[in-house]
């Protein structure tokens, strides 16, 4: 059982920074019962455990028995006592005894290796789906609050650390526990006169080791912090959005000479981690040679005193078991860092897995089929929103917004920005929760509703299209995995995309790129109002789906959006005014209140705050005509 791992070629010295991992392990969250719900985890591989921790015990006693052997080898069999011939028949069982003891050590470590990885692994493998099917549930809210870099980190870091509880904790601290008692008691069978010696001596050892682990320790966490950076440079630059800005502003060669600088910095800190402590390694060499030597001089006084003497036998052995001991005991002296790192990370895990979702299902919630109201029916009652991490005395988002959207309807919302378009269309599927008010689909309140029963009866399109890396088949798949090649191409012609994909060599198996870099912004528009189109919700909700597009690709877009509308319950948030002159009702969001509502004709007969937006709109839409114009002139 070995007591550490190594580094830079000198075994027992681990780069861990202790005050770091210590300042680390403090932050982390209290969680009630920690013991108990990490017990919990590992219970189902209960008998494998069981199983390890006595091969562990095994493995440990059984790598002290060949000094023993040795000890005999030297004063019974080689150099017998009493001054006669070697005794080769007990030589050669001495011999085979040892060599059967290494293999059976050698079987020992291999099973337990394989036990201790097969358990700590499926209980990782448990933990990363559970902790990832939880986030799942979590409301967009949460989401929207949290950095996915630290939502990846638990996934990633703090879950795969927790491997290493069972792999590296538990059985190094029990390896290590016994395998220093068996070298002790070993010691003091061979001779406890030695053994007193070898002790006072030890902590000399220890101290140096620790002072040489701790300055390697500081100098590998910065060798990792200039990783981190390398790291965050490679993402930043050689992502398709990073490698378009830098081309776009003619900073390759800048971006270069900031990842040279960095790997410059690495290697001056790995230089300086493979030479750091040098002098300490020297120092630590000597005391380690110093033992045995220590061991010779006062074993030549006993030998020499000629009472009790010691045999050659007995220093060999000694100075064997002894050696056996250093790394070991240096692993025990961070048993706390180490539970308490273990703690830090399950305490870190069950923080988000206690994270009770602000949005769920009623024990009693009903499926939209069983609503009482005919499906598509949309209806908002004096509705109050506020964003949960609103500040208390910000005005709410929308504030007692009310409106019917009767099945088959086309109703727009438009606005200044922020007026709180958007919210109604995350409050409809129940993304977010009212505040207060009503928000009723099918007749039916929402809190009362299965969620996944009204998004299966919900389609969105949104400004910002998101495509996976993935062919244009499989895209189109998401919405649904059984869908043939003939529903595929149904699908998309009514989007107004299928002659297009046809275009493509591949065509639907042409992989899209990175968030769909390798389209334009109309094709994968277009592509979205497919894969909406092959869901085939009743409701359809569209956040400014156009208004990142230019002129042309939004007439084609339009189009595509307006033959999927058709026959469906449509709710369109729109900046363009353009858009949504053919809705049914059109109503004029300002400060989280609807302030006007009607048909596109009768709001500008009105003479309101929809009126003076498209006289806005009418008047951009000249200016950017006349400088087109003149353009083209030029």
């Known amino acids: 059982m070995r007591g550490g791992g190594g580094g830079g070629g000198h075994p027992g010295f681990r780069p861990v920074d202790t005050e770091a991992q210590r300042r680390a392990n403090a932050s982390a969250p ?9 017990v919990a985890l590992f219970r189902p591989y209960l008998w494998s455990i069981v199983l390890t921790g006595v091969l562990v015990v095994g493995g440990a006693g059984i790598a002290v028995i060949p000094p023993l052997l040795v000890q005999r080898v030297f004063d019974d069999a080689l150099f017998p006592v009493d001054g006669s011939a070697p005794d080769l028949a007990l030589l050669w069982r001495l011999v085979l005894a040892m060599i059967a003891l290494f293999l059976l050590g050698a079987a020992v470590g291999v099973l337990q290796t394989w ?12 933990l990363r789906t559970k902790l990832f099917d939880h986030l799942q549930s979590m409301e967009l809210a949460f989401f929207t609050r949290t950095k996915t870099g630290v939502i990846q980190s638990r996934l990633q ?13 538990v059985t190094s601290i029990l390896g290590n526990a016994v395998t220093v008692v068996a070298s002790l008691v070993a010691m003091i069978i061979i001779d406890w006169r030695l053994t007193l010696i070898a002790v006072v001596l030890m902590p000399f050892l220890v101290i140096v080791q620790r002072r040489v682990g701790q300055v390697r320790a500081r100098i590998a966490g910065e060798t990792q912090e200039s990783l981190s950076e390398l790291t965050s440079i490679t993402q930043e630059t050689l992502s398709v959005s990073g490698i378009l800005l830098s081309k776009s502003f003619n900073r390759q060669r800048t971006e270069s000479a900031r990842y040279a600088d960095e790997n410059t910095n690495q290697v001056r800190l790995q230089v300086r981690r493979a030479m750091s402590g040098q002098g300490f390694f020297a120092v630590v060499q000597v005391l380690m040679a110093s033992v045995p030597a220590v061991i010779y001089l006062v074993s030549g006084y006993f030998i020499s005193d000629g009472a009790d003497a010691i045999t050659a036998g007995t220093i060999v052995a000694f100075t064997t078991v002894q050696a056996r001991l250093l790394m070991p005991l240096m692993g025990l002296m961070r048993v706390s860092l180490d539970l308490q790192t273990s703690s830090a990370l399950f305490a870190r895990i069950f923080e988000y897995l206690d994270l009770v979702p602000s949005i769920q299902d009623a024990p009693d919630a009903l499926d939209v089929a069983a609503a009482p109201g005919p499906l598509g029916r949309i209806e908002f009652r ?9 500040a208390p005395d910000a005005h709410p988002t929308l504030r007692g917004v009310s409106f019917v959207a009767e099945p088959g309807q086309h109703v727009a919302f438009v606005g200044p920005s922020g007026a709180g378009k958007t919210t109604v269309l995350y409050l409809t599927p129940r993304l977010y929760e009212a505040s207060a008010g009503s928000v009723l689909f099918a007749g039916e309140e929402v809190r009362h509703l299965r969620q996944e029963s009204i998004i299966d009866s919900v389609g969105i399109v949104s400004q910002e299209t998101y495509l996976f890396h993935a062919t244009i088949r499989e895209n189109l798949r998401y919405a649904k995995p059984d869908a043939t090649d003939a529903e595929l191409e149904a699908a998309c012609r009514a989007a107004n995309i299928h002659h297009v994909i046809s275009g493509f060599e591949k065509g639907y198996d042409t992989v899209v790129g990175e968030r769909g870099y390798r389209l334009s912004g109309g094709e994968k528009q277009r592509i979205a109002i497919a894969r909406v189109l092959l869901k085939d919700p009743p409701v359809l909700l569209l956040d400014e789906a156009t208004s990142a597009l230019d002129t042309v690709s939004e007439r084609v877009v339009q189009e595509a959006l307006d033959a999927a509308s058709r026959g469906r319950t449509t709710l369109t948030v729109a900046h363009r005014l353009s858009t949504v002159i053919g809705a049914d009702v059109i109503h004029v969001v300002e400060g989280g209140r609807i302030v006007e509502s009607g048909t596109h004709a009768e709001l500008i007969a009105a003479g309101g705050l929809y009126s003076e937006l498209a006289a806005q709109q009418l008047a951009s839409s000249r200016i950017l005509e006349a400088e087109q114009a003149l353009e083209a002139e030029d």
């Open 30 to 38: 209290r969680i009630p019962d920690l013991g108990a719900r990490v």
């Open 115 to 126: 036990l201790t990885s097969t358990v700590g692994n499926r209980v990782t493998g448990d």
């Open 157 to 169: 870091n703090d879950v795969g650390g927790v491997s290493g509880v069972l792999t590296n904790t």
């Open 382 to 390: 004096d509705v109050v929103f506020r964003y949960p991490d609103a």
